[in-house]
């Protein structure tokens, strides 16, 4: 008789070999241009953690962000953003890895729709995929 609680299930599951690179007020480069500059992490919603253990997300996850640095009428705000880089290397399903230079986002509104109307720098084919509008905007999707 198999042990309840010993296995892997829960979690996130529509990631499953992508490694975890950004945590809790990680800060991330925007990558749009809607008037921000750097923003900071302040929630990962839908990620479900123990008591008092922050919540990680990665390469096509949607975060909620502070805006740190930008013109004065977006900065103190608070957005919704897609992840689109990372800089800790993560494997594909295909078996190869990857890295970007540095950890960046688009702002979105609450159902996906950029507030920027360009894409500066590479996406990851992850967030492309799982975010239409994002992968419309962008330049060059890898």
Known sequence: ????????????????????????????????????????????????????????????????????????????????CVIVRQRKPFRRMDGTWIQFEDNAGVIVTEEGETKGTEIRGPVAKEAAERWPKVAGLSSMVI
Do not use: W
Not at 48 to 72: A, H, N
């Open 1 to 80: 008789m198999a042990k309840r609680g010993k296995g892997l299930g829960g979690g996130i599951t529509y990631r499953p070999g992508i490694s975890a690179g950004l945590h809790h007020e990680s800060l991330l480069r925007c990558a749009d241009n809607s008037g921000a500059k750097v923003v900071m992490i302040i929630g990962v919603p839908r990620v479900k953690t123990r008591i008092r253990r922050v919540g990680s997300c990665t390469v096509g996850d949607k975060v909620i962000v502070s805006v740190k640095e930008g013109t004065p009428e977006v900065r103190r705000q608070i957005f919704h």
